[in-house]
């Protein structure tokens, strides 16, 4: 389904574009067991050991002790779970889809998640939650619309993006969708637009903007059985500039272009009664890179 044809919000309003915590050692134990000898006094008693021998005994011991408090330096498994364990857990080598042990959302503001981290990791976790509230059913809706441009957009943005977004999702739109003036659909419809990042990837970073491409792919329509907009998915890319501001990251501009897209399947298509039931009942995620 084409973005320009069937939602039109991919883009700015008035344009289209194309820890692993891990114990260690646990709470193993060692026993040094000694042969017993062959050889006897005839009581019972065994023979008087050199020196030598008792020398090398307790080095084996005192080495063993020393390996067993090395391999528990960790302590108890909830000790592990402290700071000391998220260190050990962040610093081993991370693949470029691996969590790096940075907790990457503070807070939440409405629904939307706030507080990203100070760094790219931080710019494209935002990107990517941004990307989903950009696309959602929710930014429809004129009495909600408003309270996501204020918590996406820097402060300068705010109000100049409210009215573009006012004049994009006119009547002639939400009627071309099927929904009312209030973004609802009719009885026993429900409208979909579910949105799901697959990946992200920064072009351009600093220590205060950062652009971020999300590649998106997601749920659009109408389901219900007099729909005339069915259900579909697509795929697409959202680029999005970022900046630093109110301690957090903060959208400046973003645009939207189709694809990169893979072969569709076979796979035979849910009816409409299941797609509505399932946007119901599974809820959305708090996405993080």
């Known amino acids: 389904m084409s973005q320009d044809d069937e939602r039109g919000y991919g883009s700015e309003p008035g344009g289209r574009t194309d820890d692993a915590y891990s114990t260690l050692g646990g709470t193993r134990q060692t026993r040094t067991r000694l042969p017993d000898g062959d050889e ?50 962040s610093a081993a080598g991370a693949g470029p889809t691996a969590a790096t042990g940075t907790k990457p959302v503070q807070d939440k503001n409405g629904t939307i998640a706030s507080g990203f981290a100070h760094d790219e ?101 109408t389901a219900g059985v007099s729909s005339t907009n069915p259900v579909s998915n697509d795929w697409f890319t959202m680029t999005l500039k970022l900046q630093w501001a109110g301690n957090d990251w903060k959208v400046d501009s973003f645009s939207q272009k189709d694809g990169p897209a893979p072969v569709n399947t076979d796979r035979t298509a849910s009816n409409a ?9 599974y809820g959305g995620f708090t996405y993080a890179r």
């Not at 008087?48 to 498994?77: E, K, T, Y």
């Not at 979909?192 to 920064?202: I, L, M, N």
């Not at 009664?273 to 009942?281: G, L, N, Q």
């Open 121 to 221: 990791q931080g710019a494209q976790s935002a990107a990517a939650n941004y990307a989903v509230a950009l696309v959602s059913a929710e930014i429809l809706k004129p009495d909600i619309r408003g309270q996501i441009v204020d918590q996406i957009f820097i402060a300068e943005r705010v109000s100049e993006l409210e009215a573009k977004f006012n004049q994009a999702y006119d009547k002639e739109f939400l009627d071309k969708v099927g929904l009312d003036a209030n973004g609802n659909a009719a009885e026993g419809l429900t409208y979909v637009s579910r949105t799901a990042p697959v990946g992200t990837k920064t072009t351009a970073y600093s220590a205060t903007t950062a652009t971020v491409e999300v590649w998106c792919t997601g749920v659009f329509g």
């Open 40 to 89: 006897g006094d005839g009581y019972g008693r065994r023979p008087a050991r050199n020196s030598r021998s008792l020398i090398m005994v307790v080095g084996v011991v005192v080495l063993l002790v020393a390996a067993i408090a090395f391999a528990n330096r960790g302590g108890s498994g909830d000790e592990a779970e402290g700071p000391a364990a998220g260190k050990e857990s």
């Open 273 to 281: 009664d299941e797609i509505a039931k399932a946007v119901e009942e």
